[in-house]
């Protein structure tokens, strides 16, 4: 990113200086001074075109300055990126997921049509299998934005990683993470609140600077790299309690298990110790939880029943208070042990002042509370209460947009949902969570799909496809996958599928092809064949003449073909020389048989005939082809087709065979017959819509004249 | 639709457009190399890079794929071979939009690229972009087509590219395709179905050439790609424009045998109706009667698609599908020393692995 301008005197684009932090990018064109002109304008994605021009040259004083050395450009254009490069997720990647959200989307779409198609079928059944889809979906598109690590293979586990090494967690997951378990995934619905503790081990580095996350984190460096006797830290004991408090149970007995008492010298005399660390290390890892199976490597013994949970955690306590209350405590002779140990105990037991100490976020707070407190915490209104009264407690927390989202949820306001969404995660994030917001929820799917006056008549859903699809639009990779989104817009989206597919460059074959593909499968005759116009006209101007004609022949664009074949009788009359005769005939093959309705191509054919065997005599002259290019000639002259300008042309080009020395080549009513035709035109000459050939003024007077010569010759000869 | 057996598919991202890819004939079968020509639209560069590629035969699942050197095209590849020059070098000749064309020497070791020799695209070889480029085996001579109607020889020197204009249209005929048949013949292809025929030892060069009109009305398209077997050097098959794949006999000239597309008795589904990009030889599937085969039959030939099917199609059998992508698969290429591996450039920036397996490929 370029710096601040040092000197704002210096700039091309003056600017007032009291308006409040102006950011003022050079940007380098390297065009000398003075700059004459300044164009701006947007090109695809992040990326300005600027134009600096300098004034105009005045005339070279001789003439012959062609080459330009590279002081003198008269200017320069230059790409200008603009966004921070910093971001989360990288362009690549944003494609990547781009892409790979397409299929997913694409059959969930499918899926919808089909479903609506069968709309008899009972609205309970329908419902129950939609979810199902969604969910599919939704599993598909977390693929997508980043699969967790694989719990390491290596047999011997190092007793001091505490934590697993992580993928880095990203916003735009845990968002999608949490709208699944919140819209989609009705097997979980029971075992809720324990979602959200799994939803936290794997997100909590995301919401804020220093959380328990960050803090056990720092304390694992901490272990690897310090022999001090862990014990004696407090730092151990902080971030043992945070672990707990968030219900990272298999760190906490790991950590636990790296206490001094352990030590195989240290056994003897500090046995009470041991057993109470042992005590509460058990105690942890058979903590009664609520949900149906735990993944590997996690501590707890799962209930899939209300009334067993309750029994067992009941139970569970009872040891807690048992352990807390028994008289081991006072043997215990290490103080900060025992003072670590109890809190331990004190944060199981749910003591709330012992977990806001221990926690540093207010969701961190919030899910302790659904591991020590009300583990059976349901429904959305309660949840959302315990969350204020736990953004209360720890006021310092700092909001960010997933935490606004989260609220949005709680809050059942998808209004707020979509606009978190918008605001923090883009437009992918919005057009593809649509889907998991509208499932089994009346009031979001009446708030999406109405139609607004407000918006052009259009639902807010539309909305945001149509704002994602003119995203994937803007960048030159990515514009082939719009058209599946704007396809799933009812309204707007064919009128700017059908500008998208306009704007494509037409420069490359494969690219038109592309382009063509896509109309193909969306069944746009019309736009393709202006497409193919488009190109036609474009590869005719830049010489393909081959390309030219097969493109407009494909559009079976009969206008500009016949304006070609105009183009061509345009050449005639003129001298035509070798190479570019070769040129024409290559031509008039090309157009082959698909132009001349109007009999122009014959006419063509029947005068290329005429110039090859006219040529033939021009070579070697002898007696059949001249005799065969008067034939042509005749031809041409009784063809009604043949356009009457053309007529002084043709004589003109066969004056010399008219005097022909040997014998005359026409009989004395063929002779007639042209005589009338040039005295047709004579008359015509006279008419003024005539248009003067680009022949020599005397070209009638010598046709004449050679006609005259002739029907003599051949009145002789027939006598 | 016929059995394809056991297959791998695996994709390596690449955050760039993969234009086109070639396999680099390796020295040992432990290093192989992959020739791949990118183009970064943000960046609006384009280079030509050099991947190691290792398949463990015991977990084909995750294959190693490695950038080993890469080089900096003036403007954006528009067609990519390789070969082996008699110095067991390795090389590649690409051939850009801007017009230029380049042959890179390639260190069969360590994939480096140690030399480079290139015409510049200052209108001499082509007025515009280059189509299509082929390189002779050995390395010796390339012949390079364009939109322009122009048929180039480039002859390869000590240090320098030398070339020779076989023909010049002047843009009435534009080329899309060549391939080499022999060190003397070579086809092209083009618009309207069009292939020619060129034997640089005839005055012209040009002797013999096949109009598409066959496929009457809208059914004519562009010639993609062309494909000449070594051992029967008279037939040319060819892919274009409407999933169209047909073989030309040189001794049966204006009778073409479509292979796939959209036939005119519309009886049978085509394999795909888009653009087929490319098509090459596939000496993998043996043919159901290889031993009684006459030369007439066409052996069987892989293609691929825009619409992202890769499939291998033989006269008169089901087709074989192998992959059906979400995106267009825009080139492949076949390993010459080991041609259960293909390698693919697909639509969505990424270059894709396939490998299958022996014992099931066979055709019952």
């Known amino acids: ?719 | 639709m016929a059995r394809s057996g056991d297959l791998h598919f695996h994709r390596f991202p690449q955050s760039k457009s993969v234009d086109a890819v070639r396999w680099l004939s390796p020295l040992s079968a432990f290093d192989r190399f992959v020739a791949a020509a990118v183009h970064d639209t943000d960046a609006a560069s384009s280079s030509l890079e050099i991947h190691s590629l290792t398949v463990d035969a015991a977990d084909p699942n995750s294959p190693l794929f490695d950038l080993r050197s890469s080089w900096s095209s003036p403007s954006r590849i528009s067609s990519l071979r390789s070969s082996q020059t008699p110095h067991k070098h390795l090389v590649a000749a690409a051939s850009t939009l801007a017009g230029s064309l380049h042959l890179l020497f390639v260190d069969p070791v360590d994939g480096s690229i140690d030399s480079e020799l290139s015409i510049a695209d200052d209108r001499s070889l082509h007025a515009g972009p280059i189509s299509a480029v082929d390189l002779q085996a050995g390395g010796q001579a390339c012949v390079s087509v364009g939109e322009d109607g122009r048929v180039n020889l480039v002859t390869v020197g000590e240090s320098r590219l030398d070339h020779q204009r076989v023909h010049d249209s002047r843009g009435l005929v534009s080329y899309m395709a060549a391939r080499w048949a022999s060190p003397a013949e070579f086809a092209t292809g083009g618009l309207g179905f069009g292939v020619q025929w060129w034997d640089q030892r005839k005055p012209g060069g040009l002797v013999s050439q096949f109009k598409g009109n066959w496929a009457r009305g809208s059914l004519t398209g562009i010639v993609h790609s062309i494909d000449i077997h070594p051992s029967r050097k008279h037939i040319c098959v060819v892919g274009g424009s409407s999933g169209t794949v047909f073989a030309w006999d040189l001794r049966l000239q204006q009778q073409p045998i479509l292979l796939s597309g959209v036939s005119l008795n519309e009886t049978t589904q085509p394999i795909s109706e888009s653009d087929v990009w490319e098509v090459q030889y596939d000496s993998y599937t043996h043919s159901s009667n290889i031993n009684s085969a006459p030369s007439t039959r066409i052996l069987p030939i892989m293609m691929c698609s825009e619409d992202g099917i890769l499939a291998v199609l033989e006269q008169g059998e089901e087709p074989i599908e192998l992959l059906a992508e979400n995106c267009a698969i825009n080139a492949f290429d076949i390993d010459p020393q080991n041609p259960s591996d293909v390698i693919c450039g697909l639509e969505w920036e990424s270059i894709g692995i396939l490998t299958r397996s022996r014992e099931t490929m066979v055709r019952y």
């Open chain 1, 1 to 719: 990113m370029p710096g601040l301008a040092s000197d704002p005197g210096d700039s091309l684009v003056p600017f007032l200086p009291d308006v409040r932090d102006p950011v003022v990018y050079p940007v380098r064109h390297g065009v000398n001074p003075p700059i004459f002109r300044v164009y701006v304008s947007w090109t695809r994605g992040n990326f300005l075109q600027v134009a600096c021009l300098r004034p105009p040259a005045a005339e070279p004083a001789g003439g012959e300055e062609d080459g330009v050395s590279d002081e003198e450009i008269g200017g320069k254009v230059v790409e200008v990126k603009l966004g921070a490069g910093d971001e989360e997720i990288s362009e690549a990647q944003r494609r990547r997921i781009a892409y790979g959200s397409v299929p997913a989307f694409a059959l969930l779409q499918s899926r919808k049509n089909s479903l609506a198609a069968m709309s008899r079928m009972s609205a309970s059944s329908i419902r129950t299998e939609w979810w199902e889809h969604v969910l599919e979906y939704s599993r598909h598109i977390s693929d997508l934005l980043g699969n967790p690590m694989l719990p390491s293979s290596t047999v011997i586990e190092d007793p001091k990683m505490i934590m697993q090494p992580h993928e880095e967690p990203t916003t735009l997951k845990a968002a999608w993470q949490l709208m699944e378990i919140f819209y989609v995934d009705k097997l979980s619905s029971t075992w809720l609140p324990e979602r959200l503790v799994d939803w936290l081990a794997d997100y909590d580095s995301l919401l804020t600077e220093t959380t328990i996350h960050s803090k056990v984190e720092g304390l694992q460096k901490r272990l690897s790299s310090l022999k001090v006797v862990v014990e004696d830290d407090p730092e151990y004991w902080e971030g043992m309690s945070g672990a707990l408090a968030a219900g990272w149970l298999d760190a906490v007995v790991k950590l636990l298990r790296l206490h001094g008492s352990y030590q195989l010298e240290q056994l003897g005399s500090r046995e009470t110790e041991n057993g109470l660390v042992e005590a509460v290390a058990v105690l942890v890892s058979t903590m009664p939880r609520m949900r149906p199976h735990l993944p590997a490597g996690r501590l707890g013994q799962c209930y899939k029943t209300k009334p067993d949970f309750i029994k067992a955690w009941e139970k569970w306590r009872l040891h807690i208070s048992r352990l807390d209350s028994s008289t081991f405590w006072v043997q215990c002779s290490h103080h900060q042990t025992r003072e670590g140990l109890r809190n331990l105990l004190q944060i199981m037991l749910g003591n709330i002042s012992n977990l806001r100490a221990a926690t540093c976020h207010w969701m961190e707070l919030f899910i302790s509370h659904f591991l020590y407190i009300r583990p059976l915490t349901m429904g959305l209104d309660e949840f959302h209460s315990l969350a204020q009264k736990c953004m209360q407690l720890k006021s310092s927390s700092s909001s960010n947009g997933l935490m606004g989202l989260f609220i949005g949820i709680l809050g059942e306001n998808p209004e707020v949902v979509l606009a978190e969404c918008s605001k923090t995660l883009g437009p992918w994030m919005v057009a593809h969570a649509m889907e998991l917001l509208t499932v089994d929820n009346g009031h979001a799917d009446i708030l999406l799909h109405e139609e607004r006056y407000s918006l052009g008549d259009i639902s807010i859903e539309e909305l945001h496809r149509l704002v994602y699809a003119q995203v994937l639009s803007s960048h030159p990779l990515t514009w082939q996958i719009a058209p599946t989104y704007l396809a799933s817009c009812p309204k707007q989206g064919l009128g700017l599928l059908e500008i998208l597919l306009y704007k494509q460059p037409v420069q490359h074959y494969q690219m038109i092809l592309k382009n063509l593909e896509i109309c193909r499968l969306y069944e746009l005759e019309n736009i393709s064949s202006s497409i193919m116009k488009i190109a036609g006209t474009y590869h005719w101007k830049h010489g393909r003449k081959g390309s030219g004609v097969y493109w407009l022949q494909q559009a079976r664009d009969e206008v500009r073909l016949n304006k070609i074949a105009q183009q061509l009788f345009e050449c005639i009359g003129k001298s035509i020389s070798d190479d570019s005769f070769k040129q024409w005939e290559g031509l008039i093959e090309l157009l082959g048989s698909q132009v001349g309705t109007a009999g122009g191509l014959e006419f063509l054919h029947k005068y290329r005939d005429f110039k090859r065997s006219l040529q033939q005599v021009q070579d070697g002259s002898p007696v059949d082809a001249a005799r065969q290019t008067m034939e042509s000639l005749m031809q041409l002259m009784k063809n009604s087709s043949t356009p009457q300008r053309f007529w002084l042309p043709l004589l003109h080009d066969s004056v010399k065979l008219l005097n022909w020395k040997a014998q005359p080549l026409l009989t004395v009513s063929e002779t007639n017959l042209l005589l009338n035709k040039l005295q047709e035109l004579s008359m015509v000459k006279l008419h003024p819509d005539f248009c003067e050939s680009n022949l020599p003024p005397q070209a009638l007077s010598s046709v004449r004249l050679a006609l005259a010569t002739n029907l003599g010759r051949a009145v002789l000869e027939e006598c």
